[in-house]
T-cell receptor, first 115, second 109 residues
Framework: IAGITQAPTSQILAAGRRMTLRCTQD?????MYWYRQDLGLGLRLIHY???????GKGEVPDGYSVSRANTDDFPLTLASAVPSQTSVYFC??????????????FGPGTRLTVL | EDQVTQSPEALRLQEGESSSLNCSYT??????LFWYRQDPGKGPEFLFT???AGEEKEKERLKATLTKKESFLHITAPKPEDSATYLC??????????FGAGTRLTVKP
């Protein structure tokens, strides 16, 4: 079934540790995104990528980095996790470029707890 | 600043009791307004895109409408399976997509 897969499903992490959240899409979409979802705040964009080799910052990029080596994969790395990064993380993709008219398709999410 | 506000935060309905969810927005030029459905523990699922004031879209018991300042998601004769959180998002011309905090809908049998 075409779509977005994310791994892990959930993770408990000690503060200061490095963590990479994985995201893979098989729809050959151009743009990919990482969001965090916190209670009462809605989804907030962390980083995005329009094509392999290019990335951009979203609303809340501090403490996170991304890379886009190919069309399908878009990992999100927390270099040194802090408790405020406890959240549910969603990867998404869209056929068109970021900021265009296209709807976004979301993965199932990764629930991350930083202690 | 581009902003999206959804109301109410939570809504409880009896099965068959129609109602509407509101999404108010302020953006520096609207490229599109999106409605998503999110079930507990899952990612948002796309429902509708609206591009201009006066536009309406329908899908089963749901109808989305758009004005220059707000959008409504009308739910007609809801069923328990319509229980979910409904998210509204706006795509401004010169900024990232902005999401509202959502309305959590519960439909009791």
């Amino acid at each position: 079934i075409a779509g977005i897969t994310q791994a892990p499903t959930s993770q408990i992490l000690a503060a200061g540790r490095r963590m990479t959240l994985r995201c893979t899409q098989d729809m050959r979409h151009n743009a990919m995104y990482w969001y965090r979802q916190d209670l009462g705040l809605g989804l907030r964009l962390i980083h995005y990528s329009n094509t392999a080799g290019t990335t951009g910052k979203g609303e809340v990029p501090d403490g996170y980095s991304v890379s886009r080596a190919n069309t399908d994969d878009f990992p999100l790395t927390l270099a040194s996790a802090v408790p405020s990064q406890t959240s549910v993380y969603f990867c998404a993709s869209s056929p068109g470029l970021a900021g265009s008219y296209n709807e976004q398709f979301f993965g199932p999410g990764t629930r991350l707890t930083v202690l | 600043e581009d902003q999206v506000t959804q109301s109410p935060e939570a809504l409880r309905l009896q099965e068959g009791e129609s109602s509407s969810l509101n999404c108010s927005y302020t953006v520096s030029g609207l490229r599109g307004l999106f409605w998503y459905r999110q079930d507990p523990g899952k990612g948002p699922e796309f429902l509708f895109t609206l591009y201009s004031a006066g536009e309406e879209k329908e899908k089963e018991r749901l109808k989305a409408t758009l004005t220059k300042k707000e959008s409504f998601l009308h739910i007609t004769a809801p069923k328990p399976e319509d229980s979910a959180t409904y998210l509204c998002a706006v795509q401004p011309h010169n900024n990232d997509m902005r999401f509202g905090a959502g309305t959590r809908l519960t439909v009791k049998p």
